[in-house]
C-alpha cells in the first residue's frame, strides 16, 4: 500500500498562509501526489495534484521536494471556510484508480 | 456542488438486511467509485466502474457488490448487513478511466445498521 505521513492537526489563524507537510517516502517515479480536503459533513474535494514540478492553482500550491519523497500544501491566506481535514494521497494508479487515503491533517483556522 | 448525485440521504435497516445505495455521475464522467468512511477505519477504497465495466477493486467485502448501468448511473448493494457496516458511503466519477487525476465526490449516504 502507497503510505503517506501527515501530522494530526494543525492550527493557523485566519489570511495567513499555511503549510501543510506530508511524507511519502516510498514513492517511485511515476507516482502521483493528490491532495483532497474533506469539510465537516461533506464528501471529500480536489484540492491539487503534481508530479516532480510545483504546481499551483487558484485553491492552493503545492511543493514538492527535490528527491520526492515529502510535499507540502500551501494555502496563501486561510479562511475560516478552509478548516477540513487535509488528505495527502500517493497514488501508484496513475490517477485512474481508486484513492487509498489516510487520516490526513485536522486543519484548525482561528480566527 | 460536485454533480455528483447520491440517494438516498440517510438509510436505517436492520442486521441481515440488504439495501441498495444509488449514485449518478457527473454529466460526461464514465468512471464510478465507491468509498466507505467509518469512524476506525477512515475512508477506504471499495471499487471502480468504467463505462460499465468493473476496473478496480479495493476492500470491499464479498457481502457487498456494486453495477454500472449503460446510463452510466451505479448501484452498490450491501447484503447480509452488520453493524459494522454503518457508516458513510460515498461515491466518486471522473472522466476517463486513465489520465484523470480528480474525482469529484457525492454527499454521501449515511447508512446506519441497527
Known amino acids: 500500500d502507497a503510505k503517506t505521513t501527515q501530522p494530526n492537526s494543525m492550527e493557523s489563524n485566519e489570511e495567513e498562509p499555511v503549510h501543510l507537510p506530508c511524507n511519502h517516502s516510498?514513492?517511485?517515479?511515476?507516482?502521483?501526489i493528490h491532495w483532497y480536503r474533506q469539510l465537516p459533513s461533506q464528501g471529500p474535494e480536489y484540492v491539487i495534484h503534481g508530479l516532480t514540478s510545483n504546481v499551483n492553482n487558484r485553491m492552493a500550491s503545492l511543493a514538492i521536494a527535490e528527491d520526492r519523497k515529502s510535499s507540502t500544501l500551501i494555502l496563501h491566506r486561510a479562511t475560516l471556510r478552509d478548516a477540513a481535514v487535509y488528505y495527502c494521497?500517493?497514488?501508484?494508479?496513475?490517477?485512474?484508480?481508486?484513492?487509498?487515503f489516510g487520516k490526513g491533517t485536522h486543519l484548525i483556522i482561528q480566527p | 456542488d460536485s454533480g455528483v448525485t447520491q440517494t438516498p440521504k440517510h438509510l436505517i435497516t436492520a442486521t441481515g438486511q440488504r439495501v441498495t445505495l444509488r449514485c449518478s455521475p457527473r454529466s460526461g464522467d464514465l468512471s464510478v467509485y465507491w468509498y466507505q468512511q467509518s469512524l476506525d477505519q477512515g475512508l477506504q477504497f471499495l471499487i471502480q466502474?468504467?463505462?460499465?465495466?468493473?476496473?478496480a477493486k479495493g476492500n470491499i467485502l464479498e457481502r457487498f457488490s456494486a453495477q454500472q448501468f449503460p446510463d452510466l448511473h451505479s448501484e452498490l448493494n450491501l447484503s447480509s448487513l452488520e453493524l459494522g457496516d454503518s457508516a458513510l458511503y460515498f461515491c466518486a466519477s471522473s472522466g476517463t478511466s486513465g489520465l484523470s487525476h480528480e474525482q469529484f465526490f457525492g454527499p454521501g449516504t449515511r447508512l446506519t445498521v441497527l
Open positions: 516510498t514513492i517511485s517515479g511515476t507516482d502521483y
Open positions: 494521497i500517493h497514488d501508484s494508479g496513475g490517477g485512474a484508480d481508486g484513492l487509498t
Open positions: 466502474y468504467y463505462n460499465g465495466e468493473e476496473r
